[in-house]
T-cell receptor
């Protein structure tokens, strides 16, 4: 099982600012998912990226998958307090198992 | 369908006691998963079911842990003789089989059961 490294571990910004979080691996991802987890709740799937170089947008969130499929980033434009949460990336290991990174805790201050 | 439901949401127990958690998956999903998440970490795979069959158990699942899914519907996770190291969020998830484009390659998680062993 490859190790997913997420950075930074913590990020605190003011409402309206932009932010980027990263997910990296030493090996190639078959596919990668991004989840957001609010305190006391389970993770919620945001997006799945499969193809190297792929870019997906979800309102103010932009997800990129590296050309070599070893890294991914999540960029949030004009962050809002509702974006606060733990952002997790997860790799599909096989047809039933996901391996998660430790996550980036994002706090958006009003 | 209101999603994946887990009960209880919180459980505080004394060391050495047994606890049981319940998960009701999305009715269309025939795969069900249990994950454990400790503070500052991402979820870790424990076990999964396809219908009523338990097809894989992680090494994290010691012999004090047992999971069942009778009739392929709801599932229970029991921890016997709890230890302080069992304190964690226990997450249940369900999906279509296998992880496919239909499921967005991902799971639907429940809100979890927070276990505290004192």
């Amino acid at each position: 099982t490859q190790l997913l490294e997420q950075s930074p571990q913590f990020l605190s910004i003011q409402e309206g600012e932009n932010l980027t979080v990263y997910c990296n691996s030493s090996s190639v991802f078959s596919s990668l998912q991004w989840y957001r987890q609010e305190p006391g709740e389970g993770p919620v799937l945001l997006v799945t990226v499969v193809t190297g170089g792929e870019v997906k947008k979800l309102k103010r969130l932009t997800f990129q998958f590296g050309d070599a499929r070893k890294d991914s980033s999540l960029h949030i434009t004009a962050a809002q307090p509702g974006d606060t949460g733990l952002y997790l990336c997860a790799e599909r290991l096989n047809d039933y198992k996901l391996s998660f990174g430790a996550g980036t805790t994002v706090t958006v201050r009003a | 369908d209101t999603g994946v439901s887990q009960n209880p949401r919180h459980k505080i127990t004394k060391r050495g006691q047994n606890v049981t958690f319940r998960c009701d998956p999305i009715s269309e999903h025939n795969r069900l998963y249990w994950y454990r998440q400790t503070l500052g970490q991402g979820p870790e795979f424990l076990t999964y079911f396809q219908n009523e069959a338990q097809l894989e158990k992680s090494r994290l699942l010691s012999d004090r842990f047992s999971a069942e899914r009778p009739k392929g519907s709801f599932s229970t996770l029991e921890i016997q003789r709890t230890e302080q190291g069992d304190s964690a969020m226990y997450l249940c998830a369900s999906s279509f089989p296998p992880l496919t484009r239909r499921a967005g390659y991902g799971y639907t998680f429940g809100s979890g059961t927070r276990l505290t062993v004192v």
